[in-house]
């Protein structure tokens, strides 16, 4: 099993910056690529960027240039830096850790961040 907890969504003005965390606990040997997702109201879950164990990283098109998605080995963990954040960026942001062995994924609680305009 994996645990992730979250920290730093909160409410920003738009064209503001924030930084989110996961830490990841437990089996996380397994882990072979963490991520972030996020689902605004009344529509799916969306990847918003990854990062591979090996440092290979996917972002969705509309957050290419303004996030970045880096992990601190030591700490067990992941981070996206969020600059110039848009409204439309405002969802609950979850963290994703998945194993390719068990082809499992692991979630986070979920962090709101909200984008004021």
């Known amino acids: 099993q994996v645990q992730l907890v979250e920290s730093g969504g909160g409410l920003v003005q738009a064209g503001g910056s924030l930084r989110l965390s996961c830490a990841a606990s437990?089996?996380?040997?397994?882990?072979?690529?963490m991520g972030w997702y996020r689902q605004a109201p009344g529509k799916q879950r969306e990847l918003v960027a990854t990062r591979t164990l090996f440092g290979y990283t996917n972002y969705r098109d509309s957050v290419k240039g303004r996030f970045t998605i880096s992990r601190d080995n030591a700490k067990n963990t992941v981070y996206l830096q969020m600059n110039s954040l848009k409204p439309e960026d405002t969802a609950v942001y979850y963290c994703?850790?998945?194993?390719?062995?068990?082809?499992?994924?692991?979630w986070g609680q979920g962090t709101q961040v909200t984008v004021s305009s």
């Open positions: 994703n850790a998945h194993t390719s062995a068990t082809a499992t994924d692991y």
């Open positions: 437990g089996i996380i040997f397994r882990i072979d690529a």
